[in-house]
């Protein structure tokens, strides 16, 4: 029973469920070829049917934990026969109170099912398109950078183009970003982002602004305006060796396409990472290489900041202000300065978002600076 809660709470964000993948800058000339948009789209490939995998065992996880609470509900039932049948009420008393919470630990898991079964079709959708779309540009020069991609199973998600035109997505069907757009979401849509080729997740909860800034050489830029955000990125070690490790596997249909890199020197395949990241927020801007922090954009004028794992390098844009925040700590950013590091009353004793298997690492609290959405 308190596992089926837990389960439940931990899909928390999986209905508005949107894929942003994000690359970084230019590569050199040696692995330009394998690279373009073709390694942009293998490498959102990889991570959206890692995704999609994920997401099936959790599905499978949460059945098998159904046909438990099945058991449990027919026993109960059965042992309040057995009450009645003797009219006692004392006997009755316990398997009424399991029978109600194991009733109770149904509906949340077939809501929980309900919300995983449409994380997983947004999953296959954006893997189909995705696959289609670098097949058909194999080989061939791109008519525009790739450096995102987007898909949502909410109606409220639109993406905004450099020039102005706003292009609202349709449920569960992906859209290509390039540099310079905008993603937004109205109400509590939500949306998760993937984002450095991979490397990264971005969960945004309720509504919210992000923009793709144009950063050159290997550094990503994206500005929060507005909105709640779990942002976690991996080191590049570690997606390097995932790459590999699908692209040796036989029998395995990813296998082909990421194949192309086994071949790549260790500094060439790096470069198929971006190596710095760095979030715009209001009055700040955060600078990671590997962390998993939370960022509450409460009002123009405050923002709050709480580092789960890792560090992150806060830089306030007076020019004055700078401070590192470690695991466990966080940061208030105002118009006058930087407030902190202190040890954060609300941060959890442990990361639940570490033992979520959608890839998308959704958290199952839902403290003050945060919410929502994967892995």
């Known amino acids: 029973m308190h596992r089926a809660s837990r389960i439940t709470s931990s899909r928390f964000g999986l209905v508005g469920l949107a894929i942003v993948i994000i690359v970084s800058g230019d590569l050199s000339p040696a692995i330009q070829p394998s690279r373009s948009?073709?390694?942009?789209?293998?490498?959102?490939?990889?991570?959206?049917?890692?995704?999609?995998?994920?997401?099936?065992?959790?599905?499978a996880?949460?059945?098998?934990?159904?046909?438990?609470?099945?058991?449990?509900?027919?026993?109960a039932e059965e042992r309040m026969a057995i009450a009645k049948e003797t009219s006692s009420r004392q006997a009755a008393l316990v398997p009424g109170i399991d029978l109600r919470n194991a009733r109770a630990a149904r509906r949340n898991m077939k809501s929980t099912l309900t919300r995983l079964e449409s994380a997983r079709t947004a999953a296959e959708a954006a893997c189909a398109v995705i696959k289609e779309k670098l097949?058909?540009?194999?080989?061939?020069?791109?008519d525009s950078r790739i450096v995102g991609i987007i898909s949502s199973s909410a109606k409220q998600v639109a993406i905004t183009k450099r020039d102005g035109q706003k292009v609202p997505l349709k449920q569960d069907q992906p859209g290509f970003l390039e540099p310079g757009d905008a993603a937004a979401a109205?109400?509590?849509?939500?949306?998760?982002?993937?984002?450095?080729?991979?490397?990264?997740?971005?969960?945004?909860?309720?509504?919210?602004?992000?923009?793709?800034?144009?950063?050159?050489?290997?550094?990503?830029v994206l500005r929060l305006a507005r909105g709640k955000a779990l942002l976690a990125l991996e080191?590049?070690?570690?997606?390097?060796?995932?790459?590999?490790?699908?692209?040796?596997?036989?029998?395995d249909d990813l296998t082909p396409v990421l194949q192309r890199f086994t071949g790549l020197s260790g500094?060439?395949?790096?470069?198929?990472?971006?190596?710095?990241?760095k979030l715009a927020i209001p009055g700040a801007v955060c600078a990671v290489r590997r962390a998993r922090f939370?960022?509450?954009?409460?009002?123009?004028?405050?923002?709050?900041?709480?580092?789960?794992?890792?560090?992150v390098e806060v830089n306030h844009v007076n020019g004055r202000d700078h401070i590192v925040v470690e695991e466990g700590f966080g940061a208030v950013v105002t118009e006058g300065g930087l407030s902190g590091p202190r040890r954060w009353p609300s941060q959890p004793a442990?990361?639940?978002?570490?033992?979520?298997?959608?890839?998308?690492?959704?958290?199952?609290?839902?403290?003050?600076?945060?919410?929502?959405?994967?892995?």
């Open 37 to 59: 948009n073709e390694g942009f789209l293998a490498m959102a490939l990889l991570k959206t049917r890692l995704q999609q995998e994920r997401i099936e065992g959790e599905i």
């Open 61 to 75: 996880a949460a059945e098998k934990e159904l046909q438990a609470n099945s058991r449990t509900i027919k026993e």
């Open 135 to 142: 097949v058909s540009s194999e080989g061939r020069e791109p």
């Open 186 to 220: 109205k109400g509590a849509a939500g949306a998760e982002l993937l984002f450095l080729d991979g490397r990264g997740t971005v969960q945004l909860d309720g509504e919210f602004q992000l923009e793709i800034e144009e950063a050159g050489g290997r550094e990503q």
């Open 235 to 251: 080191s590049a070690e570690d997606i390097q060796r995932r790459l590999l490790d699908r692209a040796q596997r036989p029998d």
């Open 267 to 277: 500094s060439d395949l790096a470069q198929l990472f971006g190596e710095d990241l």
């Open 294 to 311: 939370t960022v509450e954009v409460k009002t123009e004028r405050e923002v709050d900041i709480v580092v789960l794992e890792g560090t």
């Open 350 to 375: 442990a990361d639940p978002a570490r033992k979520n298997g959608s890839g998308a690492k959704i958290w199952a609290h839902r403290p003050k600076v945060l919410v929502t959405h994967s892995y």
